[in-house]
């Protein structure tokens, strides 16, 4: 029992001694541990907290997931500021003595991290602002995805191919963000066509809404509609528009499904889709044109005075 009593003052010694002082406060290795172990379990709780808030407490209300994830986000970060004063104070340092140390900060802050700073302070300004949620359809530059979760200094997009890309926020602070759910999951597609001239251009907008009405993903309400866009170089160009609430976040497959659908429709109607046609006109020299026949071959060749 001596011994282990002796062991215990031992350590009392080792972990009493002083490494530095910050003020008049004077830091030892136990400072260190109760400040390491104290953060690292209030960084662990606060997330818990977060979880708990948003999966289970927020539920409760009217709140979307949107809402939830951004309620839960900020409480989390209040946690933080007000848990890490705790911690400082409890830890026996005087926060009037961090005045210089956060100065020093504030200097490398300005410098070298002011790109995190950005991010953070424009990932508070999407949770307050909510230009974009989680689950929204959102394009960003040459991003196209869903929000899955968004962070203190990045959003994580998932694309149709499973891939998450993990956007910094000031992206979506400084540049123009499509955000295709954040009125209501309802949007107009726009798919244009081309027929050759001389088709029955009336005949052409019933089949085309025909299309529409056939296709399950389309909406009848608001009901579609096709706009005779204008008279092209090689055909009549056409424009379906039609509303879909059930592949907002699956545009290309609701497109590729009523190109099929056009495709066939024309084809069953003998209505030709128009293909780029030049007339060549040569100012002078010699061209000469193989035509082959039978397995024989005729060389034609003409001249052009310039």
Known sequence: MERLYGWLEVVKQVL??????LGSTPITPWTLIYLVLFFFLLFYLSDKFRRWLVNEALTRTRMDLGVRQATGSIVRYLVLVVGFVV???TAGIDLTTLN???GAVGIGLGFGLQNIVSNFVSGLIILLERPIK?????????VHGDVVHIGGRSTTVI?????????????FIVENVVNWSHNEELVRFRIPVSVAYG????????????????????????????????????????ELRAWSSTLVHRRGRLLSALNFAIYDKFA???IEIPFPQR???????RVEVQMMSGGAREVMASRTDP
Do not use: M, W, Y
Not at 279 to 285: E, R, V
């Open 279 to 285: 007339d060549l006109h040569f100012k002078g020299g």
């Open 87 to 89: 911690i400082v104070q």
């Open 268 to 270: 069953e109607h003998g």
């Open 134 to 142: 989680v689950g929204d359809r959102i394009e960003v530059g040459t």
């Open 199 to 238: 088709s029955d251009a009336r005949l052409v907008e019933k089949l085309l809404l025909e299309v529409a009405t056939e296709s399950r993903d389309v909406r009848s309400a608001p009901e579609p509609g096709v706009c005779f866009v204008e008279f092209g170089d090689s055909g009549l160009h056409f």
């Open 159 to 171: 694309t149709n191919d499973n891939i998450s890309i993990i956007v910094p926020n000031t992206k």
């Open 100 to 102: 210089v140390l956060a």
């Open 16 to 21: 009493g001694v002083k490494l530095f002082a």
